[in-house]
């Protein structure tokens, strides 16, 4: 795994929070909606190391919209597939509503889809940043 030293690793290490919390959550809504919240984490924090690796600044937010909108106008490869760029809005809520509003409950079959595409994400970017450091 990634080391929690950069914005990569501190988004391998969400992504297996949420792995862990949605392979033990047996239904429960508080740990569906932590799951969420760290996959949301693990997409956010890919996209904002790869704006930094390409010298591109962008604001405190947690809007992934937002951040694919600043990759797209800088010309950075966000290696983002169809499904991630369709649910941006729904990773975004994730980030606030799974935590703070009361009876808000994100679906079991959204979140392992989401996982499963995060995971294939996380992977194509590692394999991208090997390339590139060969």
Not at 42 to 55: F, I, P, R, S, V
Not at 61 to 90: C, F, K, P, W
């Amino acid at each position: 795994m990634a080391s929690a030293t950069t914005l990569y690793g501190k988004a391998a290490a969400n992504f297996k929070s949420a792995k862990l919390l949605l392979d033990n959550a047996n239904g429960d809504e508080e740990q569906l909606n932590l799951a969420g919240y760290h996959l949301q984490q693990a997409l956010e924090l890919t996209l904002k190391y790869l704006l930094e690796q390409d010298g591109i600044e962008y604001p405190k937010t947690h809007d992934i919209d937002q951040l694919i909108r600043i990759g797209n106008e800088s010309r950075v490869d966000l290696q983002l597939s169809e499904y991630l760029i369709d649910h941006a809005e729904m990773f975004s809520l994730w980030e606030a509503k799974a935590r703070y509003i009361l009876g808000y409950a994100i679906e079991a079959r959204k979140l392992e889809r989401a996982l499963s595409e995060i995971d294939d994400y996380l992977a194509a970017v590692a394999d991208a940043e090997s390339s590139n450091s060969n």
